[in-house]
């Protein structure tokens, strides 16, 4: 709905009208989650997300044909809700099992052909808006408005729903205007997440290792993976992503991606034993990467303001906890709890 053709309007009735127009900031596994739920149920939806592409930290770099998986590795399945999911998605082609990574005959699902490829499947149905950082949000009579960096944005909306990960999320809580959001930026404080440098290679030929290799904690390393061991990658490149340990990411934060490469690169020689240098390199730094402290809540919710919030952050480290915390939102913001 747009702000202008509203204007005049009386009073929106927070606390009993439906809830039509919901915006969702932030497109990760928790955006996307809430996203198909809120659709699903006859809600018109714009997800705002700040990347090129959705999937947030479930992310699928490109180098020319070279393909790196440089976020989450894979997803493990505990609880029923996401166990429940894994059919339709393997029907649909967007996930499969990546024997390599499975542990003790528990399987490890991965996107296909990238980790990325959940998202828009997710996503059908919504109106995205990518590349549209949101640096400012706030109530007035006519609902919630969003600003991203170009001003105020047009639309107004009954609902608004954040699941960046928390330090962004609080960033944008403090600067909400109009409303007294306290116990929102108050929450945002209690949530920790260890930073990871990644490494991304890719060799002319193939190198004598096993295709995941996970390293105990003390070292520069954590985990190593063939990434083109993953179902349908191109398994002619030899493609690497190598992922430092929490504490070693913390202590080299600052450094430059170049020196990341040279230290990542000494070490995962070592490690391996192998001598040859690639034909790719690339460092990312995740400033958020995985959460060490989570909130120990399934999510936020306040229905007289109709804010949301929800991510891996609300409740551990890896994707199934978003994925829950979406769910677990989303039935709050669709009256199924309280
Ligand atoms: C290196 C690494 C390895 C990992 N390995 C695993 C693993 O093997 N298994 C596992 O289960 N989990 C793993 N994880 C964790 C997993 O990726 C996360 O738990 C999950 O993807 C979090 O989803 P989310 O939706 O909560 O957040 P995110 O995926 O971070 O989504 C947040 C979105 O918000 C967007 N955004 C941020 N600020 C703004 C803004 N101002 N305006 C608009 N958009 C904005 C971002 O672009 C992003 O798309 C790993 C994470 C990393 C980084």
Known sequence: MIRSALAGDALINRGT??????????????????????????????????GRAAGGRMATRAAGRLRFDHGAQFMSVRGEALQGRLADWQ????????????????PRWVGVPGMNALAPRLLWGAEIRSQIAITGMGADRLGWWLAGEAGMLADCFDAVLVTLPAPQAAGLFERCAGMDIKPFIDAMQDIRYAPCWTLMLSFAERIGADDCLRFDAGGALNWAARDSSKPQRDSAQECWVVHADAQWSQDHLECSPEEIEALLLEAFAAATGCAAMPVHRCAHRWRYARVIRPLGRPCLWDADSRLGYASDGCLGERIEDAFDSANALADRVLGLVD
């Open 17 to 50: 009208a439906t809830m039509h127009n919901i915006a969702v900031i932030g497109a990760g596994m928790a955006g996307c989650t809430l996203a198909r739920r809120l659709i699903d149920a006859g809600r018109s939806v714009q997800v705002f997300d700040k």
């Open 91 to 106: 029907r649909a082609g967007v996930i499969a099992q990546w024997p390599a990574a499975a542990i003790d005959g528990d």
